[in-house]
């Protein structure tokens, strides 16, 4: 089997997009004879012709990106955009997704998911699943036996679709999990981000002390 794929994210491959597609990728090659390709969206721009000759060639292309308080970054729709000319070229392409993005609830996705699959249909080829999960910006802080463990299903992940053609809804499911969070949780979640995220951020920029500025006015 051949797999294409597209990393998205602005980052290349130093992002947590490409984290999560190495382990897809080691799944989906632990079968004998596929195949994979990638290429990197952000070094092409903004002609893209890498990628537009990949889509009008490939059998199966995954385009993976994040998302930036819920969109998806303007390269991504930059790149999307060029693919106008060519619909309905490749009918056969089955066109995958892959959207991570940083907050904890998956549901954040479930929008530009929505917008993936229409492009796929509007550009005449065949919706062939959305990979979606929240959580990612955390892959840089959280204990590695959590890291660890959203790293071993997207191996299952790329195994399983490796050897099925499919993506398994099963997976799927695991990897969107939390898909919203309850208020118990939220409880949890926000002192643990203000303390290993933000405030880590502005010790290291020496602002710490400016939290509760606002320098926007007092009634705001």
């Not at 080829?125 to 071993?152: N, R, T």
């Not at 299903?153 to 195994?159: A, M, P, Q, T």
């Not at 409880?187 to 500025?213: A, E, T, Y």
């Given at each position: 089997?051949?797999?294409?794929?597209?990393?998205?994210?602005?980052?290349?491959?130093?992002?947590?997009?490409?984290?999560?597609?190495e382990h897809?990728?080691?799944?989906?090659?632990?079968?004998e004879?596929?195949?994979v390709?990638?290429?990197?969206?952000?070094?092409?721009?903004?002609?893209?012709?890498?990628?537009?000759?990949?889509?009008?060639?490939?059998?199966r292309?995954?385009?993976?990106?994040?998302?930036?308080?819920?969109?998806?970054?303007?390269?991504?729709?930059?790149?999307?955009?060029?693919?106008?000319p060519?619909?309905?070229?490749?009918?056969?392409?089955?066109?995958?997704?892959?959207?991570?993005?940083?907050?904890?609830?998956?549901?954040?996705?479930?929008?530009?998911?929505?917008?993936?699959e229409?492009?796929?249909?509007?550009?005449e080829?065949?919706?062939?699943?959305?990979?979606?999960?929240?959580?990612?910006?955390?892959?840089?802080?959280?204990?590695?036996?959590?890291?660890?463990?959203?790293?071993?299903?997207?191996?299952?992940?790329?195994?399983?679709?490796?050897?099925?053609?499919?993506?398994d809804?099963?997976?799927?499911?695991?990897?969107?999990?939390?898909?919203?969070?309850?208020?118990e949780?939220?409880?949890?979640?926000?002192?643990?981000?203000?303390?290993?995220?933000?405030?880590?951020?502005?010790?290291?920029?020496?602002?710490?002390?400016?939290?509760?500025?606002?320098?926007?006015?007092a009634?705001?």
């Amino acid at each position: 089997m051949r797999l294409s794929i597209i990393n998205g994210s602005p980052r290349g491959n130093s992002g947590n997009t490409q984290k999560l597609l190495e382990h897809f990728i080691s799944g989906f090659l632990a079968t004998e004879g596929n195949t994979v390709e990638v290429l990197y969206s952000i070094k092409d721009r903004p002609d893209f012709t890498p990628e537009k000759e990949l889509f009008l060639n490939a059998e199966r292309l995954l385009i993976a990106f994040p998302l930036y308080v819920d969109a998806m970054p303007g390269t991504v729709k930059e790149l999307f955009e060029s693919f106008a000319p060519l619909k309905g070229k490749n009918p056969g392409l089955k066109l995958l997704f892959m959207i991570q993005c940083g907050f904890p609830e998956t549901h954040h996705t479930r929008f530009v998911a929505r917008y993936c699959e229409k492009l796929a249909r509007r550009l005449e080829c065949e919706p062939a699943g959305l990979i979606c999960k929240g959580g990612c910006e955390g892959l840089s802080v959280q204990p590695p036996a959590l890291v660890d463990k959203v790293f071993q299903r997207f191996y299952e992940l790329g195994k399983a679709y490796g050897e099925t053609g499919e993506l398994d809804d099963r997976l799927l499911a695991k990897l969107a999990y939390p898909e919203h969070l309850t208020s118990e949780q939220l409880q949890q979640v926000i002192p643990v981000v203000n303390n290993f995220l933000w405030d880590d951020w502005m010790k290291r920029n020496n602002v710490l002390q400016k939290s509760f500025d606002k320098p926007y006015g007092a009634d705001l």
